[in-house]
T-cell receptor, first 113, second 113 residues
Framework: AQSVTQLGSHVSVSEGALVLLRCNYSSSVPPYLFWYVQYPNQGLQLLLKYTSAATLVKGINGFEAEFKKSETSFHLTKPSAHMSDAAEYFCAVVSGGYNKLIFGAGTRLAVHP | DTAVSQTPKYLVTQMGNDKSIKCEQN?????MYWYKQDSKKFLKIMFSYNNKELIINETVPNRFSPKSPDKAHLNLHINSLELGDSAVYFCASSRWDRDNEQFFGPGTRLTVL
């Protein structure tokens, strides 16, 4: 069965610093991977997805992620953090044949001045 | 225009009561989902419907009964509410293909007293 593990439940960065949120996946088949963001008291919004095309995926709000099969990783990065990036970030993988999303435990990103 | 909407946004009720949450999507998708997010922000799929047919039914107490009257609507009825049912419930929708993103509603915060 497919699964994802997010390393670090809390990440804190300074405004303008690099953001790196880690996600490792486990999958017996080529995975479909997603990063979602959840702002306080809101639903989830897709940041980007990997669907076996380019390994470097660019998303919204300046985020990108690189799929590395050898490391089974799909880490999310942003060169320069903004205060508005403070949110909960979820990595997810499609599992099985019914488009079932399996989510990681989430990483809370805090951005301080 | 709201893509995926849920009502109500907040639901406070007593143990033992029966309650329903409604979800509607105007994206023309054929697949809809219910997720539960617990107090630690962990997201887990509960049910999924494709063209009004139940296709995912995770290990959920049978007090929870989803109903899809048409492709644009998916409701969740909960009988005999328990304290442990307190959570945020998210509805989502997507096209059927595995690489398609799921669009999430704003969530319904259920509090059982």
């Amino acid at each position: 069965a497919q699964s994802v593990t997010q390393l670090g439940s809390h990440v804190s960065v300074s405004e303008g610093a690099l953001v790196l949120l880690r996600c490792n996946y486990s999958s017996s088949v080529p995975p479909y991977l997603f990063w979602y963001v959840q702002y306080p008291n809101q639903g989830l919004q897709l940041l980007l997805k990997y669907t076996s095309a380019a390994t470097l995926v660019k998303g919204i709000n300046g985020f990108e992620a690189e799929f590395k099969k050898s490391e089974t990783s799909f880490h999310l990065t942003k060169p320069s953090a903004h205060m508005s990036d403070a949110a909960e970030y979820f990595c997810a993988v499609v599992s099985g044949g019914y488009n079932k999303l399996i989510f990681g435990a989430g990483t809370r990103l805090a951005v301080h001045p | 225009d709201t893509a995926v909407s849920q009502t109500p946004k907040y639901l406070v009720t007593q143990m033992g009561n029966d309650k329903s949450i409604k979800c509607e999507q105007n994206l023309g998708h054929d697949t809809m989902y219910w997720y539960k997010q617990d107090s630690k922000k962990f997201l887990k799929i509960m049910f999924s419907y494709n063209n009004k047919e139940l296709i995912i039914n995770e290990t959920v107490p049978n007090r929870f009964s989803p109903k899809s009257p048409d492709k644009a609507h998916l409701n969740l009825h909960i009988n005999s509410l328990e304290l442990g049912d307190s959570a945020v419930y998210f509805c989502a929708s997507s096209r059927w293909d595995r690489d398609n993103e799921q669009f999430f509603g704003p969530g319904t915060r259920l509090t059982v007293l």
